[in-house]
């Protein structure tokens, strides 16, 4: 036998055949998608790092700020700007919000369109790992492992925006940022990863459907826009019921719905209260002249809310207390979780069905 | 134990039938050469038994009962596609070190000698091969798979003829050293000649002719005889004819034994003029076991 031979077969055991092990879809997976995962890891990392020296003069100027006496001065006013004005660009969030779905996509989108595209799947396929299997094999580390990647990611991101969240940072001029605002909640180590997570699911399904690299990234950015706005807007306010309050001047980190007035037990409209607030500012402004109205105190909302809750008025406010925003995290981490799961076990199945 | 055995077999794409009553058993040891005209379902039929496609009706299993697609049958069958897909921005090390983990058995040794007898780089990419490399990579990994069938579908149809010279070399030392079958599908016949010991011809997606090369061309033979007579055979199972001058040639279902005609002068077909005989005619049909002098249907061709 020349050494180009194939050396005699054992001897068939079918009845035994064993599955090839999971595991050794690990060293494949990293072969064939290690560009992909390099390039995500690069663009965390530049990321992180300058979220991280970013991240450090933003505290810094934020201790400065805070610790600064008495609050209102010139020196004051100039060290607050300077909190305000450290990379202003980052400070509503919003900008972040594409990293997940860029990771997610151009990395769970080629999964299965690029094969199919270029014809690799009859390959890939017909090798004895099995179809399904091999399907779920690699969808399912790379999802665990993006994961990772993006809660600890959301960590740091949970830090760098820690300034921002600080109750009464508005009394002393400074930026804050209910951790409820749409531009950061996703931003956490919860729900980052989650929508990274979903954003992959979305794009793994689209490749399976679209079979296309291009148009499956194209077809996951919109779909996830479209889930990502909708959650936003109309979603992520049912996910715990609202608390109820009659109390005035909720802090900074609540998140309010609605609030209306009622007067023994009946609801006040909205007209009706405004003639009778408008009113109420006059009288309560001090009779002074003109000029001197500066020298004293002005009546304000609060002033005017506190003086009708003296005279037999309920000021109602239905809301999400700060505290409620990490089981709020695990409810929209849950369900996506959830979805994402589904949409990877629906293609597999598609996978598994799929007869060309 | 047959490696491919269908029943019934059919796939359907949309309105038509891509492959359509296809009853087959191939047995273990043949190189068989799977032909016929362009669409006449020839990958249809090699994607059902690697279980790719699905059948729309009837059976198909391989190796001796295994289902198609089934774990049991992917492990057994090494599989290289049309236009042999590889990774092109995998290293071929990398297609090796993937083959390998995706699969129970892989011969590392037999890859990477072969590979470097064939002068293919382990550094290079795959898709900086040439095409005849990526095609000798994909084959050398199918056979590295120890499989007890191969199963080409095209192989050779983009290659230049050195490699595709090559490249049947490759596949007649497996079949002949190590006993692996093979199933290939190919519109080109005169590579045929030299590798089929089975022919299966397709046509219009049914099964046209089908057997081992040996006993097909043992019962055709090729008459030649006065122009003016050949009309005298009509009727009886005459495949092809075709008429120079005075003289006529017909292609007939007859064995060496059989009586041939004063005036006239038989000798055996060859491979090539038995498939063209078959190609041209779709309704001719040659099966194991069928009765051919009912099934053989007259006809003449006139060049």
Request: include cysteine; proline fraction near 6%; charged fraction near 15%.
């Amino acid at each position: 036998m020349t050494a180009l031979t194939v050396p005699a077969r054992p001897p068939d055991d079918d009845s035994s055949l064993r599955p090839v092990p999971w595991r050794r879809m690990a060293g494949v997976t990293w072969r064939q998608h290690r560009f992909a995962l390099v390039g995500a890891a690069t663009l965390l990392g530049a990321l992180g790092l300058y979220l991280w020296i970013a991240g450090l003069q933003l505290h810094n100027a934020y201790a400065a700020a805070i610790a600064c006496h008495p609050a209102g001065s010139p020196a004051c006013m100039g060290l607050a700007s300077t909190f305000n004005g450290t990379d202003a660009f980052l400070s509503g969030g919003v900008i972040l919000q594409v990293v997940p779905v860029l990771i997610g996509a151009f990395i769970g989108a080629p999964v299965l369109s690029r094969e199919l595209e270029t014809g690799t799947f009859r390959y890939a396929w017909t090798q004895g790992f099995g179809r399904w299997r091999w399907t779920l094999a690699k969808l399912v580390p790379l999802a665990v492992l993006l994961v990772t990647a993006t809660a600890a990611f959301g960590v740091l991101l949970s830090w760098y925006y820690q300034p921002y969240y600080a109750t009464g940072n508005q009394a002393v001029g400074l930026n804050e940022l209910c951790p409820y605002n749409p531009g950061v909640f996703d931003l956490r180590p919860v729900a980052f990863p989650a929508w990274t997570l979903i954003a992959f699911a979305i794009g793994a399904l689209a490749g399976m459907l679209i079979r296309r690299v291009v148009p499956a990234i194209g077809a996951t950015l919109v779909v996830y826009a479209g889930l990502a706005f909708a959650t936003g807007l109309y979603l992520r306010e049912h996910y715990l019921t609202p608390l109820l309050t009659t109390k005035l001047n909720l802090p900074g980190d609540a998140w309010i719905f609605s609030q209306w007035w009622t007067k023994s037990g009946t609801t006040v409209s909205q007209s009706t209260m405004a003639q009778v607030i408008n009113p109420l500012f006059e009288r309560l402004m001090p009779a002074v002249p003109p000029d001197q109205v500066h020298l004293h105190k002005l009546p304000t909302i609060l002033s005017v809310q506190q003086y009708l809750t003296q005279h037999g008025y309920t000021y109602w406010t239905s809301y999400q207390p700060g505290s409620r925003l990490w089981p709020s995290q695990w409810v929209e981490g849950g369900w996506l979780l959830v979805l994402s799961m589904l949409l990877i076990a629906a293609t597999v199945w598609l996978v598994r069905r799929r007869a060309i | 134990m047959n490696v491919i055995e269908t029943s019934g077999l059919g796939k359907r794409y949309g309105n038509s039938w891509a492959l359509h009553e296809c009853t087959l058993a191939v047995p273990a040891g043949q190189v068989a050469a799977l032909i016929g005209p362009n669409g006449a379902g020839k990958s249809t039929l090699l994607n059902l038994a690697v279980g790719l496609s699905r059948p729309s009706k009837g059976s198909v299993t391989v190796l001796g009962g295994r289902a198609a697609g089934s774990p049991a049958a992917l492990d057994g069958i090494g599989y290289v596609a049309q236009d042999t897909p590889v990774y092109k921005n995998l290293s071929v090390a990398d297609m090796i070190y993937v083959t390998r983990n995706l699969n129970r058995r892989f011969d590392q040794p037999y890859a990477e000698a072969r590979l470097d007898e064939l002068g293919i780089p382990q550094k290079r990419r795959a898709g900086k091969l040439s095409g005849g490399q990526q095609a000798q990579l994909a084959l050398t990994l199918a056979l590295a798979r120890r499989p007890q069938l191969l199963v080409l579908d095209e192989p050779v149809a983009m290659l230049d003829p050195v490699a595709r010279h090559d490249f049947m070399a490759t596949v007649m030392t497996a079949m002949t050293a190590d006993g692996v079958s093979v199933l290939l599908s190919s519109h080109v016949l005169t590579e045929l000649e030299r590798v089929a010991s089975y022919l299966i011809l397709l046509s219009r997606g049914r099964v046209q002719l089908a057997g081992k090369v040996d006993d097909l061309l043992a019962s055709h033979r090729v008459l030649t005889g006065p122009a003016a007579e050949a009309d005298r055979y009509a009727g009886q199972p005459v495949l092809h004819a075709s008429r120079a001058d005075a003289d006529a040639q017909l292609l007939v279902q007859a064995t060496a034994e059989g009586q041939v005609p004063p005036d006239w002068t038989a000798r055996g077909a060859s491979l090539e003029e038995l498939a063209l005989a078959y190609l041209r005619d779709p309704g001719a049909v040659a099966l194991p076991g069928a009765g051919r002098d009912q099934n053989a249907r007259t006809s003449e061709v006139t060049k």
